[in-house]
């Protein structure tokens, strides 16, 4: 009996000393020459025995799914305005560690899917305009989907929604109302309300004033490159005579406010590209000019912009121009707004259509 168990014993050691340089304990040390105790065998071998299975003898994978709007779906790419039900669902696999205290567990998991407006297993139904994090979790053997508290503001978690990292995986600080004790829930990702208290991942598109791009939900693990543009369908239009950046075709449809594209992120990790094209012209006026370009967070200034200016004769100069950025990584929601401004004497002209364009390369 004792020879078996040794034979398992020697096994288990190898396996939990093979996987990851974190390795068990045992409570009793057996030395060579000397007649083993069954009981200090078996103790031992029940002590690796629970290591091993609480995964924390071995690597354990991270999370291999994705939040998403769509069933099915992990990675979007149409359009999904106004949904009411969050989901989680198998991408590269269907497993992700859970934390029981002692170690990681490897879990199995089938899509899981909950109602944003549900207050049974969240601390709140969604409101409007909210930042939220979303946790998975085991509710004494059934795997949920959970999302924690509202972020203080659009850019700053709250104390009550601070994250821990535990063998490398982020976990929940703070016990969440309704959802996983403290680090008993895995942060899967952030998402961003909008004003009807709904989710949305609208992919930028074309119209009068316009098309709006609005990525509402960002994935901690698993994330992918999701290019959008915008692009504003009104045939030209003349910028104001002032100087000041305004809103690109403020006095279009929407005062210019959807020639932008707007994101969540929840942690600070990767780097997005914003870039805009457009033709452009000043006035039939010597030196007369004309700027467009784009902001962060603001409707009024230019991160970066292109310019063109008329001739000392007064021959407006047609040019078509594009001008790019590079973003830090950044925390929580905000927009990307393309922008124009005359030169402060004379108003210009800017061509939209396929001639225009606010473009993004965001990691979600």
């Not at 899917?113 to 930042?131: E, L, M, V």
């Amino acid at each position: 009996m004792i020879r078996h168990l040794l034979a398992v014993f020697s096994f288990l050691m190898v396996l939990g000393h093979g996987v990851s340089a974190q390795t068990c304990s045992v409570p009793n040390t057996l030395a060579n020459g000397t007649n083993a105790d069954a009981t200090q065998v078996m103790a031992n071998f029940n002590a690796l025995l629970s290591c091993v299975n609480s995964g924390s003898a071995g690597s354990v994978s991270p999370p291999q799914g994705r939040l998403t709007l769509q069933s099915g779906v992990p990675v979007m790419t149409s359009s999904q305005a106004g949904k009411t039900v969050m989901i989680y669902t198998p991408h590269v696999g269907n497993q992700l560690p859970v934390y029981n205290g002692t170690g990681m567990v490897p879990t199995t998991f089938a899509e899981l899917s909950i109602a944003i407006t549900d207050t049974s297993k969240n601390p709140s139904a969604i409101g409007a305009n909210k930042i939220n994090d979303w946790f998975v979790w085991n509710d004494s053997g059934t795997i949920r989907l959970s999302h924690g508290p509202d972020w203080t503001s659009d850019t700053a978690r709250s104390a009550g929604t601070a994250l821990t990292r535990v063998n490398g995986i982020l976990l929940n600080s703070v016990a969440i109302t309704n959802g996983p004790a403290a680090s008993r829930g895995t942060y899967v990702g952030t998402t961003r309300s909008n004003g009807s208290s709904q989710l949305d991942w609208i992919f930028g598109g074309s119209a009068a004033g316009g098309g709006a791009a609005l990525l509402s939900v960002w994935n901690t693990y698993n994330r992918v490159d999701v290019d959008t543009t915008v692009t504003d369908s009104n045939s030209s239009w003349s910028t104001a005579t002032s100087a000041t950046p305004a809103a690109l075709d403020t006095g279009g449809t929407g005062s210019g406010l959807n020639n932008r594209i707007s994101a969540v992120f929840g942690l600070a990790e990767d780097g997005i590209r914003i870039s805009f094209g457009a033709r452009m012209a000043g006035a039939a006026v010597a030196f007369a000019g004309v700027d467009a370009g784009f902001a962060m967070d603001a409707t009024n200034a230019f991160d970066k912009v292109a310019h063109s200016q008329s001739t000392s004769g007064g021959a407006s100069i047609v040019i078509s121009c594009v001008t790019e950025k590079a973003y830090e990584p950044q925390l929580g929601f905000h927009f990307w707004q393309a922008t124009q401004a005359g030169d402060g004497t004379n108003a210009g002209s800017i061509a939209g259509g396929v001639f225009q364009g606010l473009s993004g390369n965001l990691r979600m």
